[in-house]
């Protein structure tokens, strides 16, 4: 596809103008992928920050391509049952640390099958959602739950909310941000004081991801949908950047080779 991708002139992260590239990969085997999407995704690396991107992000045309497709599990109320139990174990954490919900705003961002938000609501938060596909937030809406459809950054002007979030998850959204400090900071100006943010996706620097490289077998280079591969640590200097501080790590349940932190607003 002609200029599928807006290339990146620098880091994304650090904006160093000091980037090369680190690999390119065939993704025509991956579920979203089709024509006429380009068949292969090139990583890059930062010489100054050492973090991994691709080359560009998708066009808005690219992404009308891209999310034509929808896997199972970003379908509202698939396997939710099953789903209910994981997200039990990330509302809990959120819970331990800042106390009962008291419906208190939970704003969760991509929601997906919709199982976190639900679990949320289930616990005593009062909840809304946000999320890049329309029928997600169609089918959500016709479950009886407020959700917009678009980004939190249009969503922090567009939309009033009937107070200030005090927990603002994003499961596995952040690696599909063209520029993540920019959501951070709009999650930091949008959520109250005290507050927590949830955070989740692949960790570049777990023992496993490097086992995977040395064995040719690592899924998330092939992975379409991601902009950004996070090590802990490089995810830790990003969150304080954007006025959060790391105070709880743990292995995701949700996808492989995944961290969930949860940081407190500083």
């Not at 090139?42 to 808005?60: A, K, R, S, Y």
């Not at 008291?102 to 938000?117: E, K, P, Q, T, V």
């Amino acid at each position: 596809m002609e200029n599928e991708r807006t290339k990146y002139a620098a880091c994304p992260l650090c904006e160093s103008g000091e980037i090369s590239a680190l690999a390119t990969v065939n993704c025509t085997g991956h579920a979203m992928w089709r024509e006429p999407l380009e068949p292969n995704i090139t990583w890059m690396q930062c010489g100054t920050c050492d973090h991994v991107f691709t080359d560009g992000f998708f066009t808005e045309a690219a992404l009308d391509v891209l999310f034509g497709n929808t896997q199972d599990m970003q379908i509202v109320g698939n396997d939710i049952e099953y789903h209910r139990n994981i997200s039990a174990k990330m509302v809990q954490r959120v819970v331990e640390a800042l106390g009962l919900p008291n419906d208190r705003l939970w704003l969760d961002i991509g929601f997906g099958n919709g199982s976190l938000l639900m679990t949320a609501k289930e616990f005593g938060f009062d909840v809304f959602g946000i999320d890049l596909r329309k029928k997600n937030v169609e089918d959500l809406n016709a479950c009886g739950f407020s959700a917009y459809h678009g980004t939190l950054r249009s969503a922090a002007s567009e939309v009033t909310f009937n107070s200030r979030p005090s927990v603002i998850s994003m499961a596995d959204v952040v690696e599909h941000e063209p520029y993540p400090l920019e959501t951070l900071r709009t999650a930091r100006e949008l959520i109250s004081s005290p507050g927590m943010l949830l955070i989740s996706m692949p960790n570049a620097s777990a023992p496993l991801w490097h086992y995977w490289n040395a064995t040719d077998q690592n899924p998330y280079w092939h992975e379409i949908e991601h902009y950004h591969n996070f090590t802990r640590e490089r995810l830790y200097d990003v969150l304080r950047d954007s006025g959060f501080e790391p105070r709880h790590y743990a292995i995701s349940e949700r996808y492989r080779c995944c961290m969930e932190v949860l940081a407190a607003t500083a």
